[in-house]
């Protein structure tokens, strides 16, 4: 082969490989829960602030069944999972962001659990993560969890049984994806493993045990400390806990110390500041939310803990960051704000039409809170309430949103939303 002829395979090569690899990433992805490394934050522009069935509603898909699986993004794809009408069988869906039609569905075969879930939950309320090779997609069949792993073509590529799933609310797991592990906190009743698989070929990277109370469903976040290595966050009643992600050897650990019982965590863990914030509670209406600053390693002192609210923080919906402000949105449809250093109050505002399962999700300076009724609350993130608009999606909605390309996806309980220019 001469070099002409050499350099002209190479080259042909390589177009094979642009054309066959995954579509490319874009800067304003949303490959996991809540976004990138979970912050629910995105500084896309020209996302709208209000819209009608008339306006800035670029296209409105059928979902099939039933689900409260969050939706996540990569390039033009979307990502979410439902359960058919009978429980029989649970999907994911692959949805073109452009034009807004289902590109591909793969099921996986399911049942209807023998103990009575959470009535807000669904037998589809997992959420999916990608790195944009793959994506990973845990399945609740009614008693065995397992996370499966298909490209983007909807080819299968390997699944993973995690064993049975025990919790008197069902499942709503979200792995994350990093350095080619999908990891994924598996937390229930009277068992709790966080897992790394391998992200090529599902096979267990490491486990590490950790102390059980009852079931929790946060998501993990990676943490950079100045001078340390990357950590791996995660957060249940057994408390606060960071990993290397590398081996899943605990690295430090903060005990959760409840005045009653033990609360368990729904919303995910956030950091800024140097310290990371997360809330727990129970369905009976107990609340405890806590502000840490991580200093050192092993067993944390009390000492560490720098404010904790026992009232009006959230249980379920995550909670937002903005400079030196904590923004939330509580279970009861009320918004507000606190400084993140201290926990001191600074407005509180009740949004009014119903509870609030979804988390919000700030896009630039403005923070976008949907209740479980449909209607979307769009206020400034600001340390002053202003309500910009109130926008109505026709159905309920207890999915967390997702934000890319300047496009806002809301999952409602029967339709999957775009809303854009």
Known sequence: MTRRDNLTWW???????????P?????????RFRGPNGEG???????PISWSAENNILWRTPIPGKGNSSPITWSDRLFLQTASDDGQER??????????????????PGSIPKD????????????????????????WDGKDLSVSAFDFSG????????????????????????????????????????????????????????????????????????????????ASTAGISSYDPATGKTVWNFTWAFPGKS????????????????????????????AIKVDGKGQLSDNCLVWEEKKMFPYVPTMLIRGEYLFFTNDKGIAACHIAKTGEKVWEQRLGGGDISASPVMIEDRIYAINESGEVFVFAAAPEFK??????????????PAVANSKLFIRGQQHLFCIGQ
């Open 387 to 400: 309500l910009l608009a109130q926008n109505s999606m026709g159905e309920g909605v207890r999915a967390s």
């Open 155 to 234: 080819k299968i590529l390997w699944t993973r049984g995690l064993g049975a799933f025990v919790s008197q609310h069902g499942a709503g797991h979200a792995p994350i994806v990093h350095d080619g592990k999908v990891i994924i906190a598996n937390d229930q009743d009277g068992k709790s493993v966080l897992v790394a698989l391998d992200a090529m070929t599902g096979k267990v990277a490491w486990e590490s045990p950790r102390t059980p109370f009852r079931a929790c469903y946060s998501t993990p976040f990676l943490l950079e400390r100045p001078g340390e290595p990357l950590e791996l966050v995660v």
């Open 116 to 139: 009575k879930i959470h009535p807000k939950n669904t037998l589809a309320s997992c959420t999916a993560a990608t790195d944009g090779e793959r994506v990973y997609m845990p399945f």
């Open 41 to 47: 934050t995105s500084q896309d522009k020209n996302v």
């Open 263 to 290: 609360l368990r965590t729904v919303g995910s863990p956030i950091t800024s500041h140097g310290m990371i914030f997360c809330g727990s509670g129970d369905g009976a209406g107990d609340r405890h939310a806590i």
């Open 23 to 31: 579509p490319a990433a874009s800067a304003s992805d949303w490959p």
């Open 91 to 108: 999907q994911i869906v692959c949805v073109d962001t452009t034009s807004g039609t289902i590109a591909w569905t793969k099921a996986s």
């Open 11 to 21: 080259m042909g090569l390589a177009w094979l490989v642009i054309v066959a690899g």
